[in-house]
Each structure stands twice: as C-alpha cells, then as structure tokens.
C-alpha cells in the first residue's frame, strides 16, 4: 500500500486520465479489492470481475474525490455495493437462492489464528446468503443494522437476527469442528 | 481474553485486507478489455442531426444547380448570332463580349491575306471590315464611343477559345485609340479579377470566321453533354407521413406514427437511391413476459446508478425473487432510412424498395414494474416496484431495421402522390433497453415534380 502522500500524488496523476498511474493504482490496491469481492461473492472469479468494476467506477468518477478525505474508505464502499449488486445480479437471474439454514460441512481443522482466506471463505460458505452478507457487512466492514437495513431492503431488526444466526453457526462450526482447539 | 467470535473476525480483517493472488497483473489485462471504453458506437444526437443536414443540403444543393446549368445552357443556346459580333453599341460589360476590331486585325504574326484568302465576299462583310464601335466604363465619361483595335494573338484565340468550353469571362486587350495614342483597355471589366492564362497555347491560326464555326460547334457539343446531364441527374424530395404498427413477440401492437423527409436521386432509368429523415414514435408493452434482455438491461443500469452511491434504500437483495409484472418502452425516434427503389414497369407507376433504417432517439421512456419478494421481510410477501427511466438526446443504432416496401404512384399534376405500405423487420435492437422493435405500416408521401423527372 502507498503511503499516504505518495497516494495523493497517484490519485492526482489518475484524475488527469494517466493510464500507466492507474495501473500503479490498481496494481497497489489490486489484493485490497479482492479480499472485498470475494468475502461477499464466494469465489475468486466472480471477486475479480466486481473488483474489476469497482476499478473502472473508481477511474471514472476519481474527479469526484477530494484527496483531503481518505481514499480506502471511499473505494471500500464502491467495492461493497457493486459486490452486492452483482450478487443480486447474478441471483436475480440464476435464480440460485440459498434461504434455509445448511448443515455444516467440514473444514480444516485449525487454530483460528492459522485459519487461511480458503478455510474462511469455506467456512463462509456454511452460512446462507443474507447471513454471510450481514456478518460481512457489519462485522468486517463496520455498517451498521440500520445502514443494513438500507442496502439489503431489510428491516433492521431483521439485521441483527440474521447476524445473530450467523455468529451461532459460525459458533457451532468452530466447536463442532474443533478448530478452537489449540 | 477474546471470544473465537472476535477471534475470527480479526482474522478474517487480517486475512482479506490485503488478499493478493499474485494476479494483479491479468487482473489488470482483464480489466484493459472494459477500460477505457471503445468509441461508442452510439453517436452524439448532434452528429447525427449534422449529417442528416448535411445529406438534406448536399441533395438540396444538386437539385439546384441541375436546374441553375440548364439556365445557363438555354442562354447560350439562344444566343443570337449578332450578339456574338455585335453591332455598333454592344455594351462592354456583357459577359460574352465579343471581339471588337477596328478595320485591320494588328494579330502578332498575323496577316489578314492569309486569313482571308479564301473567303467569299459576303464573308468578308460579316467579318472583315471588321470595324465595331464599343464603350467601356473607363471610357464613357469622356469618349463614350470609341474605335479599338483588338490584339489578336495566338493566345488570346486560345483563350477565346476557353470561353467555349465554359471560361467565359477571361479578358480581351484592346488597344483604343485616342489622339492617336494607343491605351491598353481591359474590354470585359469582369474578366479582371480572372487571372488571365500565362501560357501560350500553340495551335494554328484561326480566322475570325473559322474562329467563330468552332465556337459554335463547341457550343453546341456542350448544350447536348449539359442536357444529358441534366437529364441524367434527376431528384426529387418526398415529404411522408407513415401509420405503423411496432409489435415484437409476446407484445401487443401498437398504433404509432411518423413524418419526414426523403431526398431521390435517380441512378439509373429505373433506378432510384432514397435517403432522408424522418421523426417516429416507437412504443412496446408487455404484461407479464418481459424478454430476459430487457428486464436485464433494467436491472443492469439500476447497479450501475446505484453502485457508486452509500447505501441507497430500495434496492432489493440477493435473497428475494422477482417477478416481471409488465414493461412500458417509449421512443421518440430520429429514422434515417436509406433504401433503393426499382422501378420494373416503363410507365414507372409502382416500386420495389429496399433498404436500411438507422435510428437516433429524441426521447425514450422506460416503465417497468415488478413484484419482489424478500424472504427476510413480511415472510416473502409480494411488494410492487417500479422502476422508471427517461433520457433524452441519447443513442444511435445503425441498420437497426431493414425495410422492405411497396409503392404505388398517383400522379396529382406535376407532383405525384405515393402509397407505400412497408415492413420494418428488426435488424438490431433499438434504445438503450435493447428493445428488438419490428413494425409495419403505411406511408403517405407526397413527391414534388416527381412526375416530371421518373
């Protein structure tokens, strides 16, 4: 990651249309928008394309953002909504609708602090859609229920009980599968 | 100490915040394919009004002018001879002035025995004593009339010559004789802003009089290549109202119309090339069955409004299913049909036409309602949404349709009145909701002195 002067003068070469500093920023922010994409689509294809997007949204509207306010926190939000609407894209039209709560599978048993992204996202994927998308967005990426609520078309109420599934199956899937124990 | 939980969340921060698969490099190949993006093939409304324009103006002006040579070839075709060699008190200034000589032609190299030997008398009374009286503007306030000699050079019969073949207006030198004293004179005050030709044509000398036979060959060589031009390059303009119907499958037809303008340009006897404007209405509906391309195009543009923006209510989620309810498309067109008219008959009273249709859009409206239902509120009970979308001045979609057509002629006087029922297959979609409009319908249009030039 750059530092934080060398980013304004990044972000400032790429509001003047510079390809080759768009690069640099992409190559620089390339695994930050991944690790974003693929918590909330699952696999690295799907990441890649949203991540993708984010890019392009970023470059297009970078004349936009004023380099006084910090840069990862904006570019976070675009990479989050168009992750979520490309779930809803790609739901909408495959149809493929995760809604009841699924048995656990098994994972690698290991301590949690030795957990790799693959056990994560394997773990994750244990979790139904709006559970591992409300984990997501209000455990890692810091929304809140009532934000949630907004972006999902949910009540807020509705948030906090499907995090509180989410926390009990990720509970269960850690004790069940010892992957607690040291 | 920290709970699994909180200990799975941290690691999850830790782990995502920078997960790089070593592929930032195809990532970026990747994303070159979509950025920056290729040249819209969807031109900018104004081009497109400009080119339209431009076409209406190009035939406009070619119309024009076909009538404005016929003109010119009337007057020289009727050009008396007397004028050409005009008695006493032609004016100067006239365009085809002609040579005024005094008594002997002082040509270099010029000997009137020669040129005349084998003139008759009466030749020789036309022509020679070739003494003519002429005024110029330089010359009319003091000595209106006065005798001029004329310098006939190998050059000048040259360039006599040009005026023929369309240069009318180079300069003839005249010598004017006042108190004896021989002033050079521009004779045609037009033919001064003309640079006069600088070199010498060498061609053989010619008498006045042979001079004269092959002006008037040469003048009439280019009345018949004028005429047959004229003729040749007939065009007319349409203005057309037309009544259709859109329809697509699964959707109802509906009643639209249009009006324009189309310029014809005759190619050959029973050839014609149409090209114009014209400004329609488009309009689609469907209940129910909304096509997979359009309800996703609805869609797509919904993410892409909302994507760069914080978290925006209303969106529905990935754990909801939607069902299409119905889907309203407006679009007020700019056509540019272009289409080739065969004329099978020698009375050329019907055609067969076939062509493309490329269309820009003025306006365009989009409706589209759907049921959601979110498993996670009121236990999945339907909720209506629609959605609407409007822009203007937007889009181009080249040979969107093809068109097939008919016409019947009825000749009303000089002009001629055209039935035109016609078939729009879609080619291509229209709009920005990939809309695949085909239609059918009647044009009326209303030609000018078609009668006159099929």
Same mark, same amino acid.
């Given at each position: ?38 918590? &909330?689509?699952?696999?690295?294809? /799907? ?22 306010? /910090? ?66 967005? &209000? ?44 | ?9 941290? $690691? ?5 915040? *920078? ?6 490099? $195809? ?33 406009? =002006? ?57 003139? *008759? ?13 002429? $005024? ?232 589209? @309602? ?22 203007? =001045?937007?889009?181009? *979609? ?10 019947? @002629? ?16 879609? =080619?291509?979609?229209?709009? *920005? ?10 044009? =009326? ?10």
């Amino acid at each position: 990651m750059p530092d934080n002067e060398s980013l304004v003068e990044l972000i400032a070469s790429c509001k003047k249309g510079d390809l080759r500093q768009q690069e640099l920023l992409y190559k620089q922010f390339y695994g930050y928008a991944l690790g974003i994409c693929i918590r &909330y689509l699952g696999n690295r294809d /799907d990441a890649l394309e949203a991540a993708n997007d984010s890019f392009i949204k970023v470059f297009k509207s970078i004349n936009s953002f004023n380099e006084e306010n /910090d840069f990862k926190p904006w570019f976070r939000k675009v990479l989050v909504n168009t992750s979520l609407d490309y779930k809803r894209r790609s739901m909408r039209f495959s149809e493929a609708i995760e809604l009841t709560d699924t048995i656990p599978q098994s994972t690698h048993t290991s301590a949690i602090d030795k957990l790799s992204a693959q056990d994560i996202l394997a773990l994750m994927k244990n979790l139904n859609e709006m559970q591992r998308t409300v984990f997501n967005l &209000y455990e890692i990426d810091g929304y809140s229920h009532k934000e949630i609520g907004s972006m999902l078309n949910i009540p807020e109420s509705s948030s906090r009980t499907y995090l509180t599934r989410a926390k009990q199956a990720l509970q269960q899937l850690l004790t069940t599968h010892s992957i607690y124990k040291r | 100490m920290k709970t699994s939980e909180e200990e799975l969340v941290e $690691q999850i921060k830790s782990v995502f915040e *920078d997960y790089d698969d070593g592929l930032g490099e $195809q990532g970026w190949a990747d994303l070159r394919k979509k950025y920056p993006e290729k040249e819209s093939k969807k031109l900018p409304i104004w081009w497109l009004t400009g080119v339209a324009a431009t076409l209406l103006v190009v035939a406009g =002006l070619y119309f024009s002018n076909a009538f404005d040579t016929e003109k010119v070839i009337l007057r020289a075709g009727t050009t008396p001879k007397e004028n050409v060699m005009p008695q006493n008190s032609s004016p100067v200034s006239e365009e085809h002035t002609p040579v005024i000589t005094s008594d002997t032609i002082k040509a270099d190299n010029y000997t009137p025995k020669q040129n005349h030997q084998d003139k *008759d008398v009466s030749q020789e009374k036309v022509i020679n004593p070739q003494k003519y009286l002429a $005024q110029d503007n330089s010359t009319k306030e003091t000595t209106p009339i006065k005798e001029i000699n004329v310098i006939t050079t190998n050059s000048e019969i040259a360039r006599t010559k040009a005026v023929t073949a369309g240069e009318q207006n180079n300069p003839l030198i005249a010598i004017i004789k006042t108190d004896d004293k021989a002033e050079k004179v521009i004779a045609n005050a037009r033919a001064t802003t003309t640079a006069p030709p600088t070199e010498k044509t060498v061609k053989p000398k010619l008498s006045t009089e042979e001079f004269l036979r092959e002006e008037s060959k040469l003048m009439a060589n280019s009345v018949t290549k004028e005429t047959k031009k004229s003729s040749a390059s007939k065009t007319t303009l349409d203005i057309f109202t037309g009544t259709f119907f859109n329809y697509h499958d699964d959707n109802e037809a509906k009643l639209s119309a249009g009006v324009g303008l189309n310029a014809n340009v005759k190619v050959t006897k029973n050839l014609v090339i149409s090209f114009g404007a014209g400004i329609s209405q488009n309009k689609v509906s469907y209940e129910n069955k909304v096509p997979a391309e359009v309800s996703q195009a609805m869609f797509a543009s919904k993410s892409n409004t909302n994507a760069m923006s914080a978290p925006v209510a209303g969106l529905a989620y990935s754990a909801t299913a939607t069902n299409d309810l119905s889907f309203n498309g407006k679009l007020l067109s700019i056509d540019l049909p272009m289409v080739v008219k065969f004329f099978p008959s020698k009375k050329q009273d019907f055609y067969i036409s076939t062509g493309i249709n490329s269309s820009s859009y003025l306006t365009q409206k989009y409706t589209y @309602n759907y049921s959601l239902s979110n498993f996670g509120y009121r236990n999945g009970e339907a909720q209506t949404q629609t959605q609407t979308e409007e822009s203007s =001045l937007k889009g181009f *979609d080249f040979a969107n349709s093809a068109i097939i057509a008919i016409g019947i @002629n009825q000749s009303i006087g000089k002009n001629v009145l055209i039935f035109e029922p016609y078939y729009k297959p879609a =080619l291509n979609t229209m709009g *920005d909701k990939n809309l695949r409009i085909s239609s059918a319908g009647l044009n =009326l249009k209303f030609n000018f002195n078609g009668n006159n030039k099929k």
